[in-house]
């Protein structure tokens, strides 16, 4: 019977060693999840512009005595805008989002207080009330968002709010009066961040429209809300 000797060198058995942990360790780092970026979140915050405002109000309505109080249903979004996605197009009719990107909230649930915060300036009203609340108003504030979207279609880029208010007598659920507002900003960046800051102008500019609309509607004899 023949007997064999095998005789390992020292240092074949080092690489092969050491290919055994380079094996190990490619294997483990292909079962390990590769890292996501980490999405960023943007709000809509601004301040009434008091210049805009104070231009669009009659003078009778910025020292009403006997005002009414405005009722404010929480906004709406159209289908496509309704959800907290940054929405974006580079062609027509071609809603995108971007994705790692978002708003906190809906941009409908961001609107409300920013709204409340325009129309309380012009003192109009008596109370500014966002509902769903426990007060009684005379006038009541129905809101949709037609479209907020990033167009990558000019240069620079803008950003295009549309918002359609429609004003009631709370009592008679008749309708006193609608408008469309529109605000287009131009991006300062071709960027995400820079459609947010154009966003907030945008916001802000169709909040104070939209507050001096409401005053100017509400102080007109022919709106005058209806009384018991």
Avoid at 76 to 96: T, W
Wanted: glycine share 4%; aromatic share 6%.
């Amino acid at each position: 019977m023949t007997r064999w000797n095998v005789i390992t060198s020292p240092r074949l058995v080092r690489v092969a060693l050491t290919s055994v942990a380079f094996a190990a360790l490619a294997a483990c780092s292909a079962l390990q999840p590769s890292a996501t970026p980490a999405t960023t979140y943007y709000s809509l915050n601004t301040t009434p512009s008091a210049s805009v405002v104070d231009k669009a109000l009659p003078a009778p309505a910025l020292k009403a005595s006997s005002a009414p109080t405005l009722l404010i249903n929480p906004p709406h979004a159209a289908a496509g805008f309704d959800s907290p996605r940054i929405i974006y197009l580079r062609e027509p009719h071609k809603l995108e989002h971007f994705a790692l990107s978002r708003w906190v909230e809906p941009p409908a649930r961001m609107l409300g207080p920013l709204l409340v915060a325009a129309i309380e300036k012009t003192g109009a009203f008596r109370a500014v009330v966002l509902m769903p609340g426990a007060a009684s108003g005379e006038l009541r504030l129905d809101t949709d968002i037609i479209r907020l979207q990033h167009e990558f279609q000019t240069s620079p880029s803008q950003v295009r709010l549309t918002l359609r208010a429609t004003l009631v007598d709370d009592k008679t659920r008749r309708m006193l009066a609608w408008q469309d507002f529109e605000a287009l900003e131009p991006a300062s960046s071709e960027d995400t961040y820079g459609g947010v800051l154009a966003a907030n102008r945008a916001v802000q500019r169709v909040a104070d429209q939209l507050a001096g609309f409401l005053a100017a509607t509400a102080s007109a004899p022919s709106a005058a809300p209806a009384t018991p």
